[in-house]
């Protein structure tokens, strides 16, 4: 389920992402001059982030899409950054090579999450950190997470990552003590995101990449229907604009060798 036009799903979840990346990079506070892994980098977005926010010594980004790797290297990002094909199950890089390694809403995508862990363990040096954010799916916490649920009000099945299971806390907080790592910390994160009206809040999310195969399926009332009860459900300010969030949670460890 993994959206690999790298353009496009800039275009519609870039807010969103960069939105949750920023409170997850506070809240790691790293240190400058880090040697960075982002696994499952997609178009860049967060390495674009780590660039911005964090003046890293280097960054390396993994992702099994070349379509997303394609678009990651189009972008001006000012610190070394290498993008590359990459499986985060067998990461090809050495042990003890990075500093800090970070999974930025994807962990849910990898089919042997304990296994991705693992290896983001295997990459970092003893003391340095291995991270990971996630939207919450389990408990509607997605950009698309309301959506989602009034389409199956209307008999629909959305689509799910292969282990929407790794989004929920708890099991983030298990896969993490089960890796070993030490200093073992979780939090969740709400972020809010403003749309100039509904039909600009639908545009944007009626793409998203679990929902946009039932879209042409929807007929013009259904349609409406489903706008009438988005509007009943957001949050409407003084201007009109609308106003939705969603949430994430994250965790963070230090490697112990």
Known sequence: MRFNDGAAYERMMGSWSRLVG?????????NPGSRWLDVGCGNGAFSDLISLLCAPKSINGIDP????????????????????????MDLPLDDSNVDIAAMALVIFFVSDPAKGVAEMVRAVRPGGV????TWDIVNEGSPSGLLSSLLRQFGFKPQSPPNVQASEMSNLEALWSRAGMDAIESRQFTVERKFKNIDEYWSITSLTPNIQHIIPLLTIAQIDEVKKLLQKRLSVGADGRISQNATANAIKGIVVK
């Open 22 to 30: 920023r409170e997850f990079i506070d809240w790691l506070a790293p």
């Open 65 to 88: 899409s070349s379509e997303q790797i394609e678009f990651a290297n189009s972008r001006s990002i000012e610190a070394p950054v290498t993008f590359q094909l990459g499986d985060a």
């Open 130 to 133: 291995v991270a990971s954010y």
